[in-house]
């Protein structure tokens, strides 16, 4: 049975076009050219006065890949033809032509894309975005640090990742030789505020807090309260704010997923804590932690042989303990224009 026939959602689906998708950090993008894959289209992302330009990756006249040819000042000249381009993508030059002959009006690139530069990340929407980039507020305090993880590519859909990402049920057994050793194994009650097509959920609970060095003393119990509130904003941009009651830490964790081919992911991510006094050591072992969870997971999710994730509401078996990722499906419609009155 073909995907539209049983509701599944893959990377390349067309209706991902009207949202953002991080492609690359700022610092990987120069005014030399540099191709992306996004929804198994190829883009070429290159530095024009200081902002990042995209175009399709393909010169109207024989398909030939842009990033081939020459990025100039004023123009960008494809390498096999020579056709000249001007940066709103109307083809300014034909030198087959001659200086008399008429440029066609289909002579131009595609027109260019809305790129936007945040979190140190790279942004693009090949359509008009319907939802915006993910507020991260600890960002830009001074009281927390950043530091950024090594981007992971993933052989699975993206959809199944942010699921992953959403879904508490799993630590216990999925993260046992990093945190998931004495984490509860019942979830408890999220409370789950909806705002449009995204979604914040938020929960209490017990865990075994080994980072705290007052537990060492004797000064903290082991056990203690933390809170984990989830965002979540279409399609594929996720963050995990976690409170640690005890000690007055925050961790926030990015998630960014990017769809790169039919079962090929991008996955950008970075901590902001302040609980780490500065030390570049420590957001250093902070961040290697956080590869070892994320290198767990995709053990699971790469394990899979999905030809896309499910939509509908029977794509899963679902109890109360998957209310938070039965939501994140259901807004994932919705911002896909899919009518959900029936869940």
């Not at 034909?94 to 945040?118: D, F, H, M, N, Q």
């Not at 060492?216 to 904003?233: D, P, S």
């Not at 830490?249 to 804590?273: D, K, M, Q």
């Amino acid at each position: 049975m073909a995907p539209k026939e049983q509701n599944l959602l893959d990377n390349r689906d067309e209706r991902l076009s009207s949202f953002y998708h991080v492609v690359a950090r700022s610092t990987d993008i120069d005014d030399s050219p540099t191709t992306i894959s996004i929804l198994g289209r190829d883009f070429v992302f290159f530095r024009r006065q200081d902002k990042v330009v995209a175009f399709e990756d393909r010169c109207p006249h024989r398909g030939a890949p842009l990033s081939i040819g020459d990025f100039c000042e004023d123009y960008i000249e494809c390498g096999y033809h020579g056709w000249k381009f001007g940066y709103e993508g109307a083809a300014i030059e034909i030198p087959a032509l001659g200086g008399e002959g008429t440029i066609p009006k289909a002579a131009r690139l595609s027109s260019p894309y809305s790129v936007v530069e945040k979190y140190g990340l790279v942004f693009v929407a090949l359509e008009e975005p319907k939802a915006q980039i993910i507020e991260i507020e600890e960002f830009d305090d001074p009281n927390f640090d950043v530091g950024y993880l090594e981007t992971f590519e993933a052989r699975q859909h993206c959809a199944f990742l942010a699921d992953n990402f959403l879904d508490v049920a799993h630590f216990p057994f999925v993260h046992k030789a990093t945190f998931g050793d004495g984490e509860e194994k019942v979830v408890g009650d999220f409370e789950i505020v909806e705002d449009g097509t995204s979604f914040t959920a938020t929960y209490e609970h017990s865990f075994s807090n080994r980072e705290d060095p007052l537990v060492h003393t004797g000064e903290h119990e082991l056990v203690q309260r933390r809170r984990l509130t989830y965002r979540y904003v279409p399609p594929f941009q996720l963050t995990l704010r976690i409170d640690f009651l005890a000690t007055g830490g925050v961790n926030t964790i990015s998630f960014f997923i990017a769809p790169t081919a039919e079962r090929s992911s991008r996955l950008y991510s970075f901590l902001v804590r302040n609980d780490l006094g500065g030390s570049k050591l420590a957001m250093g072992e902070a961040v290697a932690y956080e590869e070892k969870i994320i290198v767990e997971d995709l053990a699971i999710q790469e394990a899979y042989n999905a030809k896309g994730f499910p939509l509908s509401a029977s794509g899963f078996v679902n109890t109360r303990a998957d209310r938070v990722t039965s939501t994140f499906r259901r807004k994932l419609r919705e911002a896909l224009g899919e009518d959900t009155s029936d869940e």
